[in-house]
Each structure stands twice: as C-alpha cells, then as structure tokens.
C-alpha cells in the first residue's frame, strides 16, 4: 500500500506557515464557527470554495455533490442547509456550478454510467425544462455551457422552496440565495444575476 506520507508533511507546512503568519489563528478557529456563507458547489477537484473566493478556513460552510444538485430528497444537502440557516445564521447561500461540468456533460451523452445515471436523471429534468433552448443551440460546446447555468439555476430555486429556507424568510431573518458560475479557464466567478432575498 502507498504511504500518503507526503500528505501529512505538506499540512505539516501548511499549519506551520498559517500559525507564523497569524499566531493563534488555530486555536480561535477551534472554539467558534461563524461563517456568512453556505457555498453549494460541485465535488470537481478544480473547484475549491474557499481557494476560489480567498476566504480562509472558518468563514465558507461548504456542501458540495455531483453537478452541484440540491433534491428534495438529499437528507445530506438538506441537513446542511438546515444547520447553515438555523444554527449557524449564515447570510448568504451561493450555488455555484462551472462550465465544464463531468456530471453536466455525463447526462447529456447518453450512455449507461451506473449508479450516477440516477443522480444524473435531475440534470435531464433541467434539460427537459429547457429543451426548446437548449435544442436551438447548435455548437455542443455551448449548448453543455447553458445547461450548467441552467442548472444552477434551477438549483437556486430548489434551495428557496426549501422549508429551512422559506422558515427563515417569514422570520424575517435576512438571508440571500445566489445563482454563480464558475470559469475553469481563467478562474473568474460569473453572477447569473438570480438571487433571491424572499419568497415572491
């Protein structure tokens, strides 16, 4: 079996820089969790919340899955949401997905992936949403591109008909959804200009 020693000495350097730099940092982390935002991205390696938006360990509470897909039915994504609006007061939820996206691509090609084709079949049900459009672009490029953002999208609406979510809202609690994408190639953040501040 190969040793992931290297792993170990690499957050060996890493502790060790973070503790010169900002001495103590460590051990205020350990004794409070107070972060502003839930981010719900997509479990691609190339897609680091914090690293992204350069936010250091304690201030992003993170859930991420295949394809960035919030279900009704997900007890995991749910209980996050749940904890981050009700425990934690976060302000802000950011759904985040990124051109580019396997799980995107994966259920668009239409072949038999395994037990991922069941999870991939809530991404077909954004392409049924928006056949028309997504049929008119003839560049399959492009037409993959729009369904990412389409599903992120439709992920941002399925966070703001969450009961955590609508909770919070008639509590007047101050709490807003955002609908982003993510550029693997220049590592810059697009705002599908979808946030949501309440129920409309």
Known sequence: ????????EKNRVWAEKVEAEQPGFFE???KQQNPEYLWI??????????????LPPGEVFVHRNIANVVIHTDLNCLSVIQYAVEVLKVKHIIVCGHYGCGGVAASMDNKEHGLIDNWLRHIQDVYRLYAAELDAITDLAARKDRLCELNVIEQV?????TTMVRKAWRKGQPLHVHGWIYHLEDGLLNDLGVTATGMD
């Open 157 to 161: 609406a399925n966070v703001c008909s």
């Open 28 to 30: 205020q982390l350990s």
């Open 41 to 54: 991205g997509c479990a691609d390696s190339r897609v680091p919340a914090n690293e992204i938006i350069d």
């Open 1 to 8: 079996m190969k040793s992931l020693q290297h792993i170990f």
